[in-house]
T-cell receptor, first 116, second 114 residues
Framework: SAVISQKPSRDICQRGTSLTIQCQVDSQVTMMFWYRQQPGQSLTLIATANQGSEATYESGFVIDKFPISRPNLTFSTLTVSNMSPEDSSIYLC?????????????FGPGTRLTVT | GENVEQHPSTLSVQEGDSAVIKCTYSDSASNYFPWYKQELGKRPQLIIDIRSNVGEKKDQRIAVTLNKTAKHFSLHITETQPEDSAVYFCAASRPGGSQGNLIFGKGTKLSVKP
């Protein structure tokens, strides 16, 4: 499976500020996704990061709040904008594609965000 | 939209016993069903998956079964060990998207007592 890294691994931010999370993969992958996992909860898909086009957002998530970039097949960023304490969560990127069968999805280590 | 229900939310078993976690999905067009294991503070890890053209799949102590008619699938862990303790998530592919566009169940916290 692909090796996936995320930066930063954790951060504590003040309300009203923005944080950009980076996701790097060691091989070219077709699909990259961004998830949110609130403490003790399941994983919720924020958006699909499409290479060369706008990200596709799920219901309840908007581009102004979570702008996403996907400049190439190995890298993506998620920005959490104008943060509030409700944005405190773990943010995970995941990838599908590369050498694995269609559908197999692997997660990065996550970014633990605390907003004060 | 697609919905995935997972039961039970917590499960406690003695070491050596079997554990079964069940999930149901709502959209018959879903065709890919992975299971993830998440240990505390770590990323979810894919442990087994099944596609809609298969009824059962095994990998050592773990197996997954799929009943397309009833729209449910289950994870079976035999001869459980303390290191199996974790939160397990089922997921189903969202129809119309890539198979990687997944909807997750709420998770099952499995505790294996030595």
């Amino acid at each position: 499976s692909a090796v996936i890294s995320q930066k930063p691994s954790r951060d504590i931010c003040q309300r009203g500020t923005s944080l950009t999370i980076q996701c790097q993969v060691d091989s070219q992958v077709t699909m990259m996704f961004w998830y949110r996992q609130q403490p003790g909860q399941s994983l919720t898909l924020i958006a699909t990061a499409n290479q060369g086009s706008e990200a596709t957002y799920e219901s309840g998530f908007v581009i102004d709040k979570f702008p996403i970039s996907r400049p190439n097949l190995t890298f993506s960023t998620l920005t959490v904008s104008n943060m509030s304490p409700e944005d405190s969560s773990i943010y995970l990127c995941s990838v599908e594609g590369g050498s694995g069968p269609a559908g197999e999805q692997y997660f990065g280590p996550g970014t633990r965000l605390t907003v004060t | 939209g697609e919905n995935v229900e997972q039961h039970p939310s917590t499960l406690s078993v003695q070491e050596g016993d079997s554990a079964v976690i069940k999930c149901t999905y709502s959209d018959s067009a879903s065709n890919y069903f992975p299971w993830y294991k998440q240990e505390l503070g770590k990323r979810p890890q894919l442990i087994i998956d099944i596609r809609s053209n298969v009824g059962e799949k095994k990998d050592q102590r773990i197996a997954v079964t799929l009943n397309k008619t009833a729209k449910h699938f289950s994870l079976h862990i035999t001869e459980t060990q303390p290191e199996d303790s974790a939160v397990y998530f089922c997921a189903a592919s969202r129809p119309g998207g890539s198979q990687g566009n997944l909807i997750f169940g709420k998770g099952t916290k499995l505790s294996v007592k030595p």
